[in-house]
């Protein structure tokens, strides 16, 4: 059994509702429903969404009792240090997230500075986009 962290950023407590023609319908909570049931069983899952960096940092700090994280920073991803600096310190691996293909919008998306201290990046797959993250997290620590 892992134990796993699943860290949100800023305004995905809104998914759903924000800017559907970019983010889609899907809800927060229904991503972390259905990692829950295709994962909870088998293994440790813990989620938590901030729209506050430093809470950001704190949740990412909790990860060292854990065995990884999936990291969904959100506009964290294109200028947080510190939640970079927070994910290097843990040492444990983690993988990002995007919902949208980062790369296919505004150029300030393009850059992540926290891709460096992740084991990987998966962008543009929606929700199923946390389903490739946690196989690929598992994979990784098998
Ligand atoms: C996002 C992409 C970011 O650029 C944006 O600021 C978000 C969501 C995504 O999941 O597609 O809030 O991380």
Known sequence: MAKISIIQGPNLNLLGTREPHIYGHFTLHGIH??????????????????????ALVDAIHRVQDQDGLIINAAAYTHGSYAIRDAIAAVGKPAIEVHVTNVFAREAFRHESVIAPVCIGQITGFGGYGYELAMLALLEHLA
Do not use: D, M
Request: without cysteine; negative net charge; aromatic residues 14%.
């Open 33 to 54: 429903e259905q990692l829950k049931n295709v994962f909870g069983s088998a293994h440790q899952l813990e989620f938590f969404q901030s729209n506050h960096e430093g």
